[in-house]
């Protein structure tokens, strides 16, 4: 199974990297093995054709798990993560993808963004989207219990479904 995490935030090395990356290790037992830090992409995200961005798009394409993480900037998720993720062909881009929308925030303001903003457009990409997504405050991530306890929740779904989705287009 191909894990791959991105994360896209404006910063590179971000909080929201590592967060992704502790997920992608509770839902799977192991470290993914892909990481995308979509901001070192650069000035090859504003068009098309890029070859940092096509290898990028096609990895994350290629794998069976891909966790998708952003800052919640302006009540949503960051410009961006929307830069590469138009990169992606609309309903097949993404196609036999199971993805998991991952926000980090100051507060639970905007605990929903993850479903209402990110979920929609990774649906709308081809992605199967087996389990609502995981909302965390940045500063807490790593001292709570609440990846542990979405993994625990959340990962034989999500698992299950990408065994399943590898199954079928085999």
Do not use: C
């Amino acid at each position: 199974m191909t894990v791959t995490v991105v994360a896209g935030n404006p910063k590179p090395g971000s909080r929201t990297l590592e967060a992704a990356g502790l997920l992608a290790s509770e839902l799977t037992g192991g470290r993914a093995d892909h990481q995308v830090d979509v901001i070192t992409l650069g000035s090859g995200l504003l068009g098309w054709g890029d070859d940092a961005v096509k290898a990028a798009v096609e990895t994350v394409a290629s794998s069976d798990i891909v966790v998708f993480a952003s800052p919640t900037f302006k009540a949503t998720y960051t410009g961006v993560l929307k830069l590469f993720l138009d990169q992606f062909a609309t309903d097949e881009g993404l196609r036999d993808v199971v993805a998991v929308p991952l926000m980090l925030g100051a507060g639970p303001a905007h605990a929903l963004a993850p479903d209402l903003l990110l979920k929609p457009v990774l649906v709308e990409l081809g992605a199967i989207t087996p389990a609502p997504g995981l909302y965390l405050i940045d500063t807490s991530f790593t001292t709570d219990t609440r990846i542990v306890d979405y993994a625990r929740r959340w990962g034989p779904t999500i698992t299950a479904a990408a065994d399943a989705r590898k199954g079928a287009s085999a």
